[in-house]
T-cell receptor
Framework: GAGVSQTPSNKVTEKGKYVELRCDPI?????LYWYRQSLGQGPEFLIY????????DSGLPNDRFFAVRPEGSVSTLKIQRTERGDSAVYLC???????????????FGAGSRLTVL | GQNIDQPTEMTATEGAIVQINCTYQ??????LFWYQQHAGEAPTFLSY????GLEEKGRFSSFLSRSKGYSYLLLKELQMKDSASYLC??????????????FGTGTQLKVEL
């Protein structure tokens, strides 16, 4: 697509429930990133995919968080047993590849706002 | 790890110039980015510096000094639509490639008449 698409834009759930957040990156972008942004803070890195594989998942806060990208395009962030502290905007970004030269800009989606009651 | 500091808030007048500073301490450095984020929207790319010096792009300029761990974003001829959060981000060297950015908390700029 023309931009990074994220669904749902808003999700309200109850503590303990399971949540899935979807990201559709820019067509042809091989690299995909998940970030989490709390109110008044900058985005915080969660996980990075190069193709289908998770190249760096060091930002996932605990084992309740998991992400997949089975066909190297769309990615799903999965949160089990949600807690109130998981409430945040979950941002997805994609970039054209692994090159560290040049800007190789991350293009962000508008985010999925998760509220855990 | 990375540590990035930038002021929390700034206020400036329409038509004026404002400079937003960013200092960083990193274990590895491979570029510094500035993003603009309006409330409730996605961060959008503004500028990129990897070598020392000034990069100019229209009303926006960004400066980098690697030896001092310092950058600034300069906005000229401020417009009301420039009211937004400005995020400083440092790119780390990732094993196997990648473009992982570590962001500061952002500077909320308010442009007033």
């Amino acid at each position: 697509g023309a931009g990074v698409s994220q669904t749902p834009s808003n999700k309200v759930t109850e503590k303990g429930k399971y949540v899935e957040l979807r990201c559709d990156p820019i067509s042809g972008h091989t690299a995909l990133y998940w970030y989490r942004q709390s109110l008044g803070q900058g985005p915080e890195f969660l996980i990075y995919f190069q193709g289908t594989g998770a190249a760096d998942d060091s930002g996932l806060p605990n084992d309740r968080f998991f992400a997949v990208r089975p066909e190297g395009s769309v990615s799903t962030l999965k949160i089990q047993r949600t807690e109130r502290g998981d409430s945040a905007v979950y941002l997805c970004a994609s970039s054209s590849g692994r090159a560290l030269t040049g800007a190789n800009v991350l293009t962000f989606g508008a985010g999925s706002r998760l509220t855990v009651l | 790890g990375q540590n990035i500091d930038q002021p929390t808030e700034m206020t400036a007048t329409e038509g004026a110039i404002v400079q937003i500073n960013c200092t960083y301490q990193t274990s590895g450095f491979n570029g510094l980015f500035w993003y603009q984020q309006h409330a409730g929207e996605a961060p959008t790319f503004l500028s990129y510096n990897v070598l020392d010096g000034l990069e100019e792009k229209g009303r926006f300029s960004s400066f980098l000094s690697r030896s001092k761990g310092y950058s600034y974003l300069l906005l000229k001829e401020l417009q009301m639509k420039d009211s937004a959060s400005y995020l400083c981000a440092v790119r780390d060297r990732l094993t196997g490639g990648g473009n992982k950015l570590t962001f500061g908390t952002g500077t909320q700029l308010k442009v007033e008449l």
